[in-house]
């Protein structure tokens, strides 16, 4: 009964932040909160039923031959992505993720032996420092995966499409990817009867020879959407910065019904809690995006989002460290 209490409650939260706002970054730790728990109740009624712990245990040891894999699969994907990307930072991410994982299995492994209590406490204590930012984590991607598929698909006011970086002046598939998505919602709300309008949002980069927003307009007009229905925001830097400056030029043009924004899948629920903070209200659509780019843009998105709350993560950060390093000194 306990175990139960302790599942509904962080359940409920759930799904009265999800009724309340889709877009509240803490919908995505209460459900984080909610299947920590459930597998919890699980594992307490396995305990006595044949039929459950049977499959549970299944899921246990593939969760731990999946973690084990994890740090692999992550640098043969920063392989991939330094190959077919090049080798900026960015593209370093899962590379770097990879490393990082690894390192921390190593010495963990290395460390829990050790007879020195400070060396087996910093193990102990990278381990909980490196669940914890594997829950976030988790959390974070399945409450970007159910953001992504829940909500309106149709009957829009504006359509904005955030801007990603040129090829010299031409839409590289990123970018067409959005601009296919916004046409797909863009044609059926006009086969519905509705006169929405597409907002391309996105400045001109120092190695970019036009703005975003004016080869994201040519791409449209060359997919036969009247000039007319293209607002054109080329001004924008930031993703922030897209979202406001769309608003205001459909504000100015009447257009104060239903927005939504159009991105990447991997950057949909960032971009959702930025229009949440910014005060904007509107509704967020992902575009497909190449299976090799998702894992380090997707770790991209998850550190951005870490470091709105730098103090909180520190904090719990440190604490776990110390934790760590308390449990060896009672031991």
């Known amino acids: 009964m306990f175990a139960a209490l302790l599942f509904l409650i962080p359940a409920t939260f759930f799904v009265y932040g999800m009724l309340r706002d889709r877009r509240r ?86 460390g829990i032996s050790q007879p020195n209590d400070w060396i087996r406490g910093t193990a102990i204590g990278l381990f909980l420092m490196s669940a914890y930012i594997a829950f976030l984590f988790v959390s974070l991607l399945l409450y970007s995966v159910i953001y992504g598929r829940t909500g309106r698909r149709h009957g829009f006011d504006g359509i904005v499409v955030l801007g990603a970086g040129l090829i010299g002046s031409r839409v590289p598939p990123l970018l067409a990817s959005r601009l296919d998505r916004a046409l797909r919602l863009y044609r059926r709300d006009q086969a519905a009867g509705r006169s929405p309008v597409i907002v391309v949002s996105g400045g001109r980069g120092a190695d970019e020879d036009v703005s975003e927003a004016f080869a994201m307009r040519q791409y449209l007009l060359e997919r036969d959407v009247p000039d007319a229905d293209v607002v054109l925001e080329d001004q924008a830097t930031t993703t922030e910065e897209n979202l406001r400056y769309s608003k205001a030029l459909l504000a100015e043009r009447g257009h104060t019904g239903r927005v939504v924004a159009v991105t990447n899948n991997y950057h949909v629920f960032r971009t959702a809690v930025l229009s949440r903070k910014t005060g904007l209200r509107l509704q967020v659509i992902g575009a497909p995006t190449a299976w090799y ?39």
């Open 293 to 331: 780019f998702v894992p380090s843009a997707f770790l991209r998105e998850f550190v951005a989002l870490l470091v709105r709350n730098p103090v909180v993560h520190g904090l719990a950060c440190a604490l776990l460290m110390a934790g760590g390093l308390a449990l060896t000194q009672i031991g």
């Open 25 to 110: 970054l803490s919908n995505a730790i209460w459900l984080g909160i909610a299947l920590v728990m459930l597998l919890l109740l699980l594992a307490e009624a396995g305990r006595d039923n044949p039929v459950l712990s049977l499959p549970l245990l299944l899921a246990f040891v593939l969760a731990v031959v999946g973690l084990l894999l994890l740090p692999l699969a992550l640098l043969a994907n920063g392989l991939v992505m330094v190959r077919r990307e090049g080798r900026s930072l960015g593209n370093l991410v899962s590379l770097l993720a990879g490393l990082a994982l690894l390192g921390e299995m190593v010495y963990f492994a290395w």
